[in-house]
């Protein structure tokens, strides 16, 4: 199951190829749909939506349909890349499900896959149709939507009464044969900037990408024997705080009644649970936790966002090369993968062994941000190549924070839409910072430099602004919004400090069945007893003898 999200994730990034911002992450729909479905029908209605969106993008641009007007065209784009909130959804929510208590390295390891995704797209591209870009639209449509009905059945949550205890260990192998292949690409992105790429040359490079995407399936088959294994032998002793080890001895099943009575969802909007426990989704929605969750992350990623989206024009006016600019934007994506892999594993360690909140670094990497945008506002002498990975970094590590910081304070009742509340932050900060100042000051900027040369704009001409003070007041202004969201972020680290300073796995150690070889006084042979876990609370029923 893992294995076939990571080929869903990395062939899922069409949104990180094109601007498609707003459509991309607007995700309610498909969370909602995943609250009440089963997996493999929101991974349908993604599918569906993918080809649809950007089979007619196709169309039209082969000039096979009538010259669609702009909005059916925004429309086909904003479905096509719609669908990859469905996607994203039924995968991480899926795998967050059947692994909660590795969550982070769990997320950064599937936002990672997303973040390379763009240059394993391109490249697989470039070994089917070389350099004609008519059909690249047809090729992101039929991708992504044949390896979705390939693995609808195998993209589901699975209850396991015996599961591996070294998960983790099997995600760090995963993470070592994904950063092979995300230095593959490094060296392929390199290489194709110096020499000429021909047809056979585009498919060996495919080919070692191919290998490398399906190495992780090596490890599969090795684990899955492992535990066949497990469960064809005698099962495996354990202990718990309520588990008696005195022979002969099966602990008393615990029994809890529990009343219900209907409450209206209103009602109780303004009274939450404990941080960690189970949210509804108004409660979450009107919580501190997630108002200030939601503020940070709009600053930060609107700054990150609107930088990448605007990397080629200030490449352009700070006087790059064009090959440089198209070296910048290529390796974008290995920029990203680095920040969703790092921090999103980085922070777990730091969370399990010196109990450090998870937001925590949600300021670190806002202050580092901010960074990078000070950098281009005063155009530092090669200062770009610096601000890309910093900030294409930071942009990656976003991702796999906001996602598993909702996990954790709102658990996973209604992870599904919380989830996609997050990716909310995203267009939301893009409108504010990219359209009302970025794109107000660039403009401004070009219409006084055409006053000064004398020259006067033509109707449906592009403005073109040259020189560092195109984006220097509105980075400046960038980075001191992306530093008021680490301020505001230190108000979310404070109030969970406590939370994190407990054991945060606990309430994700539920509904598991765990079974204890205990000797049997009777008849003196030992006696396999199978126990449920409620938390910290365990039932134990006998279920066969072993001669």
């Given amino acids: 199951m893992v294995f ?54 196709f169309l039209a641009v082969t000039r096979r349909i009538a010259k669609p007007q702009v909005w059916h065209m925004c429309t086909y784009i904003a479905v096509g890349a719609n669908s990859h909130t469905f996607t994203n959804t039924d995968a991480l929510v899926t795998c967050v499900k059947n692994f909660p208590e590795s969550r982070g390295v769990v997320l950064g390891l599937l936002k990672g896959y997303t973040g390379i995704s763009a240059a394993v797209i391109a490249q697989l591209y470039r070994a089917f149709y070389g350099d004609d870009t008519k059909h690249f639209t047809l090729f992101v449509a039929w991708l ?14 699975i209850k396991l009464t015996n599961r591996p205890q070294n998960d983790v260990k099997v995600f760090y ?46 490890v599969v088959v090795i684990e899955e024997y492992k535990l066949l294994n497990s469960s064809t032998n005698m099962l495996y002793s354990t202990s718990s705080p309520h588990v008696s080890s005195s022979p002969g001895k099966i602990p008393t099943p615990i029994k809890a009644v529990r009343t219900k009575q209907v409450i209206s969802c209103w009602e109780n909007v303004l009274k939450p649970p404990e941080i960690g426990e189970d949210f509804t989704i108004l409660q979450a929605l009107f919580s501190v936790e997630m108002l200030t969750l939601l503020l940070s992350t709009i600053c930060g990623l609107g700054g990150t966002m609107t930088m990448m989206d605007n990397l080629g024009q200030i490449g352009t006016s700070f006087g790059y090369p064009l090959r440089k600019v198209t070296n910048f934007v290529s390796l974008t994506s290995i920029w990203i993968y680095l920040g969703q892999i790092t921090v999103g594993i980085l922070s777990e360690v730091f969370i399990t ?61 209604y992870y599904s839409t919380l989830y996609n509340f997050g990716g909310l932050a995203s267009p939301i900060g893009l409108y504010l910072l990219n359209v009302k100042v970025t794109g107000y000051y660039y403009d401004k900027e070009a219409k006084r430099q055409m006053v ?10 592009a403005l073109n602004c040259i020189g560092g003070k195109c984006f220097k007041l509105s980075f400046i202004i960038i980075a001191v919004v992306t530093l008021f969201g680490a301020v505001v972020s230190l108000v979310l680290v404070m109030r969970t400090r406590k939370f994190y300073k407990g054991d945060i796995y606990i309430k994700f150690r539920e509904d598991k069945k765990i079974s204890v070889v205990v000797n049997n006084e009777t008849d003196g042979g030992p006696v396999v007893v199978e126990y449920e876990m409620k938390g910290n609370n365990v039932n134990g029923r006998e279920v066969g003898d072993e001669k």
Wanted: aromatic share 14%; net charge positive.
């Fill in 452 to 461: 000064v040369l004398g020259l006067k704009r033509k109707p449906g001409q």
């Fill in 4 to 57: 076939a999200s990571f080929l869903l994730m990395v062939t899922a990034g069409a949104s990180y190829i094109f601007s498609k911002d707003l459509g991309a992450n607007i995700g309610l729909l498909s969370g909602l749909i995943n609250e009440v479905t089963p997996p493999w029908v929101v991974l349908s209605v993604g599918a569906a939506l993918n080809f649809f969106g950007n089979f007619m993008i």
């Fill in 144 to 157: 992504p939507t044949a390896l979705s009905f390939a693995f609808l059945k195998t993209i589901r949550i």
């Fill in 353 to 413: 062994k010196y109990k450090h909140p998870r937001p925590l670094f949600l300021t670190l990497i806002l202050l580092l941000s901010s960074i990078g945008h000070l950098i281009i506002a005063f155009n530092v002498p090669n200062g770009l190549y610096v601000a890309t990975v910093i900030i294409g970094f930071c942009f990656g590590a976003f991702w796999p924070l906001i996602y598993t910081i909702i996990l954790e304070l709102f658990r996973l009742k």
């Fill in 173 to 218: 192998k995963f993470l070592y044969l994904s950063m092979c292949l995300a230095g593959f690409l490094l060296v392929i992105i390199i290489v194709e900037k110096t020499v000429i790429f021909n047809q056979m040359q585009y498919g060996l490079s495919a080919i070692g990408i191919l290998f490398l995407l399906f190495l992780p399936l090596v």
